[in-house]
């Protein structure tokens, strides 16, 4: 942040402010904090912390705590308890994918308040799949109780690579998906900022925010399907690439010229449809039976996934890769992929699970949400998620 000079008293109102309120945010619920507290909490003076609040509670981001019951009585006047008001703003975490479109809403402190999803079909078109994403928000704001006019700020996870505007510069997942410019395309139904980020990197965030990647700062999500991408974490900051296109590990058998998992998961001449996760399901569970054509396109599959994860590991050298995606639902994907990155890589991580199955896009989504809110509120923090 540099040297402060306190020739700007605007910045050091500012500075206070966060100060103030992130304390009141971080406070227990059950105990709300007096003018006291805050003033031991921030290390700043009382009249400077009085005032703090009070502006806080003129622009609804806190309210004066009620009485607490139950206690013993002393006399005099109580002294005033404040909270942080996480229902004077909303937000959303939504995820496209090709089969189903997911929504989560919380408050300002990120605590889940809402949730709901709905199926679409994978050869949808692009004015479809975003009708079925009106539907889907306009259902869970209906059943939280939450108006429109209180979002403060909207995620979005999608597949595909997303440039910063919130376009989608290549995204072969879903039909007309190239090209879309999708945050502008949501914009229209919102009055808030909606920011737009690769499924893969939102899930990494998901990870490190509420999943098995919580202790640590560098990790790699793998996002595991019949095309894989996958999200890094380095030094605690979301990593992009130049143009987005960081973690497209799909994209790795073209520098062999090799066969496509389509291919390679196939028990017949003819590749499957790289959406088509019930014939997906088909082989896996021919596979579990026995069958030896079924078991053997298991194999090549999980050989190719882990080969691409072993090149993203001696990259980044991450501490953790979580797998996630349908693929994370496969018997045995951790020993393979475990025994491989032994062999090529000269730091093996630790390879878990993730812990938030389906909803890692959304909440890494509704994470994404957060952190602008929190840039706006905490000015003086570096979030994991914002952009250069």
């Not at 050091?12 to 006291?36: E, K, Q, W, Y």
């Not at 998992?261 to 196939?266: D, K, M, N, T």
């Amino acid at each position: 942040m540099g040297r402060l000079t306190g020739g700007d008293p605007s910045l050091l109102r500012r500075i206070n402010s966060a100060v103030v309120l992130h304390a009141l945010r971080g406070a227990d619920a059950a105990a709300s904090p007096t003018l006291t507290d805050l003033t031991r909490v921030t290390g700043l003076s009382r009249p400077t912390v009085e005032g703090v609040v009070e502006g806080l509670i003129e622009t609804g981001l806190a309210v004066e705590a009620e009485a607490e019951e139950g206690g013993a009585k002393r006399q005099g006047r109580p002294a005033r308890r404040f909270r942080f008001r996480a229902e004077a703003g909303h937000l959303l975490g939504i995820e496209i994918g090709p089969h189903r479109v997911s929504v989560l809403i919380s408050g300002l402190d990120g605590r889940i308040v809402g949730a709901g999803s709905r199926e679409v079909d994978e050869s949808a078109s692009a004015d479809d799949r975003l009708e079925r994403v009106r539907t889907v928000v306009a259902d869970v704001l209906r059943r939280a109780g939450v108006a429109r006019s209180s979002l403060r700020a909207v995620g979005v996870g999608s597949p595909g690579i997303v440039e910063a505007d919130g376009t989608v510069r290549l995204g072969t997942a879903l039909p007309g998906w190239t090209g879309l410019p999708l945050g502008e395309r949501l914009r229209r139904s919102f009055r808030c900022p909606v920011l737009v980020e690769n499924d893969a990197n939102a899930a990494a965030v998901a990870e490190h925010w509420k999943g098995v990647g919580q202790d640590t700062d560098d990790l790699v999500f793998v996002l595991a399907g019949l095309s894989p991408g996958a999200g890094s974490l380095i030094g605690g900051r979301l990593h992009r690439g130049y143009g987005g296109a960081a973690g497209e590990i799909g994209a790795l058998h073209l520098l062999g010229r090799e066969a496509r998992p389509e291919s390679l998961l196939s028990t017949t001449d003819k590749p499957l449809h790289p959406l088509d996760e019930h014939a997906v399901a088909a082989v896996f569970a021919q596979a579990k039976r026995g069958d030896a054509q079924a078991r053997a396109a298991m194999d090549r599959f999980l050989q190719r996934l882990v080969h691409d994860v072993a090149a993203l590991v001696l990259a980044l050298d991450p501490e953790l890769v979580v797998v996630g995606g349908w693929a994370a639902g496969l018997d045995g994907v951790l020993d393979p992929l475990r025994s491989e990155l032994e062999r090529f890589c000269l730091r093996p991580p630790r390879v878990a699970l993730s812990l938030l199955g389906e909803a890692s896009v959304a909440t890494g989504a509704l994470r994404l949400a957060l952190d602008h809110v929190e840039e706006q509120l905490f000015a003086v923090e570096t979030t994991v998620t914002a952009r250069r």
